[in-house]
């Protein structure tokens, strides 16, 4: 049986997506790695392939707030005698839990809360669940997005199927859910679709979240594993035994001291499964046909930093890992997807229930228990059945997605997908179906927030094919030909050129913007830059990201005073941000007011956006109580001063309130 009902939970606002393109994300998609000498050459073949430079054409997510209200979440609800799962289309079509009714206990992790914050490709991302993220390393860019919903009738009973049109990489992904009437296992085809003659650099893991308890342990059928280290701006790559490592028994995250990634080397003749159980023996078995090979573990690790990521992304003592399932040994791998060809799997999900003794005991003994467990509750996983398309008697769609996915079936001229249905939505991609269609492209006035963006080759010739340009068509223009040129040779005079344009047809703080962040991201001119930006501001000082992007220049080259001034004329709004206020207390210590830095930086201070990985609010703190400190004892304040700075950090020690670090 599939229902749809209301999920009505604590949750914090969305709040606006980001007005202005992505040039230069500096998110840790970009972010570079190393590999130890214990990475073979062979398994070096995809790793650091299809790679993005920009997250175009999608706009970022950073809009969210921390103001949690009841929020009715729409939920497709799939259940029979033993189990009920429950999806949530509006953001990503999250598998937001699974209740096994005749063991009377959840399987995932289900989060009290709705909680986005600074962890996906486009900035938004919470937890809990099952996510599924296709297309590009990280999260899914649709992670906080709807998804198209149906419900297929079938032979077999309802499916329930989840997609939508992914536009950097120009495929069609979907998530389908079965329960079969007597099944203790939920069952979902996942489907990955490229219509197009090109090769794709391909990418999916399923996402898992689990409860952490002090006696929990991963199982996996594997005695070795990638071992994937966050550094400040890279990553590292290196090999670990299982379950054995560096004196540590690694089956058990809370063994784990700071956050780290094990990819699992699952042999090839194995099935292909991982699980968790707690210290009683019960907790998830996750299986699936042998395309889905990669399996992974993630903790945050037991450190003051990795424990307050828990709660910031839920509730006080909330705790949680990852176990994951996907395409490639690592994550740091995409793989070519030839055109004109459809990949397909299916996983199932299920109880685990074992002889705690076993489960904890050694731990070949304990994975062969596992899997005796997984061939009596699924079966093998070789041969895991699911409705086939053909089967399909009638489909009903019961939740809206984008109009992208409609809007490129008209650009082609043909069907996106051999199965999915794409209706026609008036949205964002709205302006484009107009351009398309009507040969017409709107004018706004030059307060008005751009709505969104194309890419690709296809557009730009519409765009410039127009009669008549205007600054808003000359603004789009330049965004297509900086995606191109970083896509390609990098060479961005186009796009500079087009903005440029739109300028001289009227002043506008677009224009501006997308110039300032040339002249600072790919030119380094910090002097352009700050000129640029400062127009900007002048035309459109109520933006929150252009005041954010303008601190982070002024704070960054020098312009403390100016910035310091600025923020006096902000809107209160604006001024009572955290990320504002960040950049605040920045210009403050580099002008030596210290005390007044000290009212921002303190256990009370909130950033909503504080990235995954970003140590900025730690390194403040130690600088700032450092300086005072040095100040109070009347020393000179040196940052090589060991003695100083230990002194320091023991009377003003970094709060859990403020603590980020995962390394």
Not at 139 to 162: A, E, F, I, Q
């Amino acid at each position: 049986m599939i229902r749809f009902e209301d999920l009505i939970i604590p949750a914090a606002s969305m709040g606006a997506p980001n007005p202005m393109p992505d040039i230069k994300n500096v998110s840790y998609i970009h972010a570079g790695y190393e590999m130890t000498p214990a990475v073979r050459e062979d398994e070096k073949t995809y790793i650091g392939k299809g790679m993005i430079p920009t997250m175009l054409p999608y706009m970022l997510q950073d809009g969210y707030d921390r103001d949690k209200q009841p929020r009715a979440f729409k939920a497709a609800v799939l259940e029979n005698d033993h189990m009920r799962a429950v999806f949530l289309p509006e953001v990503g079509g999250r598998l937001w839990s699974l209740f096994d009714k005749d063991k009377n206990r959840e399987l995932l992790y289900v989060n009290p809360v709705f909680q986005p914050g600074n962890l996906g490709l486009r900035n938004a991302w919470f937890s809990g669940g099952v996510e599924f993220n296709v297309g590009i390393k990280g999260h899914n860019p649709l992670t906080c997005s709807p998804l198209w919903c149906t419900v297929d009738k079938t032979s077999d009973g309802d499916v329930l199927r989840l997609y939508e049109f992914e536009r950097i990489r120009g495929v069609v992904y979907s998530v389908s859910a079965w329960l079969p009437e007597d099944s203790a296992a939920l069952h979902l085809r996942c489907r990955i679709e490229n219509r197009t003659d090109e090769t794709k650099h391909m990418y999916w893991w399923s996402n898992i979240a689990v409860p952490e308890t002090k006696g929990t342990r991963v199982l996996v059928p594997a005695d070795e594993a990638f071992l994937c280290f966050y550094n400040a701006d890279h990553y590292v790559l290196d090999k670990a035994s299982i379950p054995h490592h560096g004196g540590m028994d690694v089956s058990y995250p809370a063994a784990i001291p700071s956050s780290r990634d094990f990819f699992y080397k699952i042999p090839e003749a194995s099935h292909k499964w991982i699980a968790s159980a707690d210290e009683n023996g019960q907790g998830l078995l996750q299986c699936s046909t042998r395309r889905l090979f990669g399996r992974k573990l993630f903790v945050w690790g037991q450190g003051q930093g990795g424990r307050h990521w828990n709660e910031w992304l839920s509730e006080e003592g909330s705790a949680y890992i990852e176990i994951q399932a996907g395409l490639t040994h690592t994550q740091l791998e995409h793989i070519p997807m030839p055109g004109r060809t459809v990949w397909e799997w299916t996983e199932a999900y299920t109880a685990l229930d074992g002889d705690p003794a076993v489960l904890h005991g050694d731990y070949r003994k304990a994975a062969e228990a596992v899997e005796r467990c997984m061939l009596d509750r699924v079966g093998n996983p070789d041969e895991l059945y699911f409705p086939a398309d053909e089967s399909v008697c009638g489909s009903e769609i019961l939740h809206s997605g984008s109009g992208w996915g409609s809007l490129e079936e008209a650009v082609r001229g043909e069907a996106i997908s051999g199965t999915l249905r794409f209706p026609a939505v008036d949205d964002e991609s709205a302006p484009w179906r107009d351009l398309l269609q009507k040969g017409s492209f709107p004018c706004p006035d030059i307060g008005e927030e751009p709505v969104s963006y194309v890419t690709g080759r296809f557009w730009l010739d519409r765009l410039e094919a127009l009669p008549e340009q205007s600054w808003y068509s000359q603004l789009h223009i330049g965004v297509i030909r900086y995606a191109l040129a970083v896509s390609s040779d990098g060479n961005v005079s186009g796009a500079k050129e087009a903005w440029e344009r739109s300028l001289s047809l009227r002043e506008n703080p677009w224009a501006l913007r997308n110039l300032s962040m040339l002249y600072k991201n790919e030119y380094h001119d910090s002097i352009k830059a700050r000129a640029y930006i400062l127009r900007t501001l002048g035309l459109k000082g109520d933006c929150r990201s252009l005041c954010i992007e303008a601190a982070a220049q002024l704070t960054s080259d020098g312009g403390d005073e100016i910035w310091l001034k600025l923020y006096e004329r902000l809107p209160g709004t604006l001024r009572s941000l955290g990320r504002i206020r960040l950049y605040r207390a920045i210009a403050l210590i580099h002008t030596n007011r210290l005390e007044e830095a000290a009212e921002i930086i303190n256990e009370r201070f909130v950033m909503a956006d504080i990235k995954e990985g970003e140590l900025s609010v730690s390194q403040l703190w130690f600088e700032l109580y450092r300086r005072l400190y040095a100040k109070e004892v009347g020393a000179a304040y040196d940052e090589k001063d060991a003695a100083l700075c230990k002194a320091a950090d023991e009377k003003y020690p970094l709060p859990k309130a403020v603590d980020f670090r995962m390394h």
